[in-house]
């Protein structure tokens, strides 16, 4: 498992990590097709619209995402929201998932979601639902319990701060319904405050703790509930 990077605080009550680098030139980095990096479709790239509005994650982050799953990915049902490319919801159906329902607002990249199921032979155990999905807080959709859920919540980073009420409100609706065992992993950047996340949701007796790792400048949480 890879190890914790130390995490300070800024009067803020944000994260922040040493040794943070940014691009002195102020370019963006140039970002190409994200691919599967384990698993049964290790190295399948994922199709993906340059200059549309998601922020694939990189693959460093994804790595330890699922180092911080281990096994508990087979077998599961993966709800990848805001999912984008859908880099974290494929890379679990490569590792072993049963099944993903993507949430994407941008109806253009939600083309691309179900692109890239057809072209990874995928259709049959991919759910692709446009739409904003902190909707779902008010109205959740039907979704399967049959098995534990893997939820993977990664907004535009902005959101935290813009709609931060709002994505709370989904995560304790999720935690409400969702399957003993299920897994919930958070990733925001390091400008977040450490208290926005709700500590405890209460609705399970066995729910632990929020596991926070730092990965410059992204930052994992997860939390068994």
Do not use: Y
Not at 11 to 17: D, H, I, L, P, V
Request: charged content about 25%.
């Amino acid at each position: 498992m890879t190890p914790k990077t130390k995490l300070t605080q800024h009067k803020s009550g944000a994260f922040r990590t040493k040794n943070r680098r940014g691009n002195k030139d102020g370019k963006a980095e140039a970002v190409s097709p994200p691919r599967i990096i384990g698993g049964d479709l290790k190295g399948r790239r994922l199709a993906f619209r340059p200059g549309g509005p998601t922020r694939p994650m990189k693959d460093r982050v994804r790595e330890m995402t699922f180092d911080l799953l281990g096994t508990a990915v087979r077998g599961a049902t993966v709800l990848d929201l805001f999912a984008g490319t859908g880099a974290l919801g494929f890379e679990a159906l490569s590792r072993g998932a049963q099944r993903a329902i993507f949430a994407e607002r941008h109806f253009p990249t939600a083309d691309c979601l179900r692109r890239s199921s057809r072209e990874l032979g995928l259709v049959d155990r991919v759910d692709v639902m446009p739409g904003d999905v902190l909707l779902w807080s008010r109205r959740m959709p039907p979704l399967s319990v049959d098995s534990p859920w893997i939820i993977f919540i990664s907004p535009p980073w902005n959101f935290f701060h813009a709609r931060l009420e709002e994505i709370n409100s989904l995560l304790k609706a999720l935690a409400a319904i969702a399957p003993d065992n299920s897994r919930l992993i958070v990733e925001s950047d390091d400008q977040m405050p450490i208290d926005s996340l709700p500590a405890r949701f209460g609705f399970s007796e066995t729910e632990e703790s929020w596991d926070t790792r730092a990965m410059v400048p992204a930052i994992l949480h997860q939390k068994r509930l």
